[in-house]
């Protein structure tokens, strides 16, 4: 008989669950939207909620549904080679490319900054991501239950204290919601939806869902439909409080940008209302929390790549990736925030589609027979589509020409795509690749060859 975990079991590894994707994007990115989203922030919200929340959420079932020990083993189910280099690039995504430096200039921007005068910022900078990454480097080559327990005490910590800065701003607002910039004009909808891509917890999804599931299995659930369920509910309990911070930072970034000035990212955003609601102490105890809460996610993320590179690469040791990832991550965070998050987002509208699209072939796969022609079709299609937009949007982003035998594959798109300018051009064509693929293969059955798991 399967064993039947009582809510507190759930409630804990959901809880975890939060703490592993909590960190400094789901603070800054609702606070940049609802300022820029103004009146439409609502429309902006919902189409943030699916990628931020959503995308996650199915990101873990699709971990539990695939059976697989790795995201380089269910990626591999398109070809070996692709496994290694998409989990690869999404490694050092979610690592020492953009995710980790993040945590160390999110932290200074809220915790540090508005304590520094303007001609000393990237001064100060320096010095505190030498001291951030010197102790993310120490923790993560000496791993310890203190960053356990700290984590532990954390996240219901941070939960409370947001929820009662957020609890404020609807009692007492800052101030009027303004109109929307430009881009949240029109299709804020659609604004909200793709800025959801920069908290990059989709992509971690794939790789927090073997530490969720190790979780369920561990507390005695060992059926694949025990597994599932388990998984489900732990994912729901994380997706609720990530949603209601999610719709409270946001909104009270709507309401701020007639006091506060519009931001150039959401950092300042929140410190400036932490000053505002509780003076001084309030934005030495946010800088506190912010600070540890970004230290653990820092070591983790160091952790996670330092081990997965370390299996990689095995005549390369765990110690040396993560001294040369924490190096990595101190030179990237000092180009300032708002230079980590214009990178990173050409590169997630490359990796967006990829893994939304690996999520969608994983749940679907029983009914193509696993077959890896359906697998590597669709992701063929997908890669094709996204690398130009994320070419694309590098280009916009830089305000330079696209690249000369860019233009003919950009207006092409634009004319025949659905919902291209848009960033969703990949959806339509894959569905339809799907769709064909798979009534061959069902109609070819042993003829086409089904990917195999490793032994």
């Given at each position: 008989?399967?064993?039947?975990?009582?809510?507190?079991?759930?409630?804990?590894?959901?809880?975890?669950?939060?703490?592993?994707?909590?960190?400094?994007?789901?603070?800054?990115?609702?606070?940049?939207?609802?300022?820029?989203?103004?009146?439409?922030?609502?429309?902006?919200?919902?189409?943030?909620?699916?990628t931020?929340i959503?995308?996650?959420?199915?990101?873990?079932?699709?971990?539990?549904?695939?059976?697989?020990?790795?995201?380089?083993?269910?990626?591999?189910?398109?070809?070996?080679?692709?496994?290694?280099?998409?989990?690869?690039?999404?490694?050092?995504?979610?690592?020492?490319?953009?995710?980790?430096?993040?945590?160390?200039a999110?932290?200074?921007?809220?915790?540090?900054a508005?304590?520094?005068?303007?001609?000393?910022?990237?001064?100060g900078?320096?010095?505190?991501?030498?001291?951030?990454?010197?102790?993310?480097?120490w923790?993560?080559?000496?791993?310890?239950?203190l960053?356990?327990?700290v984590?532990?005490?954390?996240?219901?910590?941070?939960?409370?204290?947001l929820?009662?800065?957020?609890?404020?701003?609807?009692?007492?607002?800052?101030?009027?919601?303004?109109?929307?910039?430009?881009?949240y004009?029109?299709?804020?909808?659609?604004?909200?939806?793709?800025?959801?891509?920069?908290?990059m917890?989709?992509?971690?999804?794939?790789?927090?869902?073997?530490?969720v599931?190790?979780?369920?299995?561990?507390?005695?659930?060992?059926?694949?439909?025990?597994?599932?369920?388990?998984?489900?509910?732990?994912?729901?309990?994380?997706?609720?409080?990530?949603?209601?911070?999610?719709?409270?930072?946001?909104?009270?970034?709507?309401?701020?940008?007639?006091?506060f000035?519009?931001?150039?990212?959401?950092?300042?955003?929140?410190?400036?209302a932490?000053?505002?609601?509780?003076?001084?102490?309030?934005?030495?105890?946010?800088?506190?929390?912010?600070t540890?809460?970004?230290?653990?996610?820092?070591?983790?993320?160091?952790?996670?790549?330092?081990?997965?590179?370390h299996?990689?690469?095995?005549k390369?040791?765990?110690?040396?990736?993560?001294?040369?990832?924490?190096?990595?991550?101190?030179?990237?965070?000092?180009f300032?925030?708002?230079?980590i998050?214009n990178?990173?987002i050409?590169?997630?509208?490359?990796?967006?589609?990829?893994?939304?699209?690996l999520?969608?072939?994983?749940?679907?796969?029983?009914?193509?027979?696993?077959?890896?022609?359906?697998?590597?079709?669709?992701?063929?299609?997908?890669?094709?589509?996204?690398?130009?937009?994320?070419?694309?949007?590098?280009?916009?982003?830089?305000?330079?020409?696209?690249?000369?035998?860019?233009?003919?594959?950009?207006?092409?798109?634009?004319?025949?795509?659905?919902?291209?300018?848009?960033?969703?051009?990949?959806?339509?064509?894959?569905?339809i690749?799907?769709?064909?693929?798979?009534?061959?293969?069902?109609?070819?059955?042993?003829?086409?060859?089904?990917?195999?798991?490793?032994?």
């Amino acid at each position: 008989m399967q064993k039947k975990l009582p809510f507190s079991s759930y409630f804990v590894i959901g809880v975890m669950l939060f703490a592993l994707f909590f960190g400094a994007g789901n603070l800054i990115f609702p606070a940049s939207l609802g300022q820029n989203a103004g009146s439409n922030v609502w429309m902006a919200v919902t189409g943030f909620l699916i990628t931020g929340i959503g995308l996650p959420f199915l990101g873990i079932l699709a971990m539990g549904v695939s059976g697989s020990r790795n995201l380089q083993e269910l990626s591999g189910r398109i070809h070996p080679l692709y496994g290694i280099i998409f989990t690869s690039l999404l490694y050092l995504t979610i690592g020492p490319f953009f995710a980790a430096p993040r945590t160390g200039a999110v932290a200074y921007d809220i915790g540090v900054a508005p304590f520094v005068g303007s001609e000393f910022n990237q001064a100060g900078l320096l010095i505190f991501t030498v001291l951030f990454f010197s102790v993310t480097l120490w923790f993560s080559l000496n791993p310890d239950k203190l960053v356990d327990r700290v984590g532990k005490i954390l996240s219901p910590g941070i939960i409370i204290l947001l929820l009662i800065l957020l609890a404020m701003s609807i009692i007492n607002p800052v101030g009027s919601v303004q109109a929307p910039q430009d881009a949240y004009a029109s299709g804020a909808f659609m604004k909200g939806f793709t800025e959801g891509y920069n908290t990059m917890d989709a992509l971690a999804s794939l790789v927090f869902g073997i530490i969720v599931i190790n979780a369920v299995r561990s507390m005695g659930v060992t059926t694949k439909k025990g597994i599932l369920l388990a998984t489900a509910k732990s994912g729901m309990v994380a997706t609720i409080f990530l949603g209601i911070i999610y719709v409270g930072i946001t909104y009270l970034g709507a309401t701020s940008t007639g006091t506060f000035g519009l931001q150039e990212t959401g950092g300042p955003v929140l410190s400036e209302a932490s000053s505002y609601y509780f003076g001084r102490f309030g934005t030495m105890m946010l800088t506190i929390i912010i600070t540890l809460a970004c230290l653990t996610t820092s070591i983790g993320l160091m952790s996670a790549c330092g081990e997965y590179f370390h299996t990689l690469v095995p005549k390369i040791s765990y110690k040396k990736f993560v001294l040369f990832f924490s190096a990595l991550s101190f030179i990237v965070a000092n180009f300032g925030l708002a230079n980590i998050i214009n990178f990173s987002i050409p590169v997630l509208m490359l990796l967006y589609p990829l893994a939304i699209v690996l999520m969608l072939l994983t749940f679907l796969s029983p009914l193509f027979n696993d077959s890896r022609l359906v697998y590597a079709s669709a992701t063929a299609v997908t890669f094709m589509i996204s690398l130009i937009d994320g070419l694309k949007t590098f280009c916009q982003l830089f305000e330079i020409d696209y690249f000369g035998w860019m233009k003919p594959i950009v207006s092409f798109y634009e004319s025949h795509l659905p919902l291209y300018n848009e960033g969703l051009g990949w959806l339509l064509p894959v569905l339809i690749i799907i769709l064909l693929t798979g009534i061959y293969a069902r109609i070819a059955g042993g003829v086409i060859s089904r990917y195999e798991e490793p032994n």
